[in-house]
T-cell receptor
Framework: GAGVSQTPSNKVTEKGKYVELRCDPI?????LYWYRQSLGQGPEFLIY????????DSGLPNDRFFAVRPEGSVSTLKIQRTERGDSAVYLCASSLGGGTGAGELFFGEGSRLTVL | AQSVSQHNHHVILSEAASLELGCNYS??????LFWYVQYPGQHLQLLLKYFSGDPLVKGIKGFEAEFIKSKFSFNLRKPSVQWSDTAEYFC???????????FGSGTRLLVRP
């Protein structure tokens, strides 16, 4: 597609529920990133994929968070047993690859998660 | 660990005023530097970037930024702002050849017509 697509754009759930957020990156971009943006803060790194593998998941806050990218394109961020503190905008970005191009990220519009 | 500081959280200007947004980073090695912008209701997009060479870089819409290595700074400037520049601006840094982009907390700019 023309840009990074994220669904849903808004998700309201109850504490303790399971949530999936989807990201469809720009065609041909091998690198995919998930960031989380809380109110009044800049985006915070969660996880980075190069192809199908998670090259760095050091930003995931705990084991309730998990992400997959089984075919090297679409990625799903999964949050188990959601807590109110998980409320944030979850941003997906893609880029052509590593090296000097690594920082030229193309962002989606984000999925706003609200946990009641 | 890398970090990015943006000193001004909110800036209000009148049209035609000059703009300078501060950005400082902490990292001992070679870095790439970026400014991203988020217009109301839109996604984050790249405004300009510095990888190497001329420390004064020009971006879209008349913005420029100057990398001052000795001050670990990458301030964003525009000589004359427009109402359409109302947005949130994020400074970001990554270590050279790294994939992990570290963002500042952002500066909300409001330009009054």
């Amino acid at each position: 597609g023309a840009g990074v697509s994220q669904t849903p754009s808004n998700k309201v759930t109850e504490k303790g529920k399971y949530v999936e957020l989807r990201c469809d990156p720009i065609s041909g971009h091998t690198a995919l990133y998930w960031y989380r943006q809380s109110l009044g803060q800049g985006p915070e790194f969660l996880i980075y994929f190069q192809g199908t593998g998670a090259a760095d998941d050091s930003g995931l806050p705990n084991d309730r968070f998990f992400a997959v990218r089984p075919e090297g394109s679409v990625s799903t961020l999964k949050i188990q047993r959601t807590e109110r503190g998980d409320s944030a905008v979850y941003l997906c970005a893609s880029s052509l690859g590593g090296g000097t191009g690594a920082g030229e990220l193309f962002f989606g519009e984000g999925s706003r998660l609200t946990v009641l | 660990a890398q970090s990015v500081s943006q000193h001004n959280h909110h800036v209000i200007l009148s049209e035609a005023a000059s703009l300078e947004l501060g950005c400082n980073y902490s990292y001992g090695g070679t870095v790439n530097l970026f400014w991203y912008v988020q217009y109301p209701g839109q996604h984050l997009q790249l405004l300009l970037k510095y990888f190497s060479g001329d420390p004064l870089v020009k971006g879209i819409k008349g913005f420029e930024a100057e990398f001052i290595k000795s001050k670990f700074s990458f301030n964003l400037r525009k000589p004359s702002v427009q109402w359409s520049d109302t947005a949130e601006y994020f400074c970001a840094v990554n270590a050279r050849s790294s994939y992990k982009l570290i963002f500042g907390s952002g500066t909300r700019l409001l330009v009054r017509p």
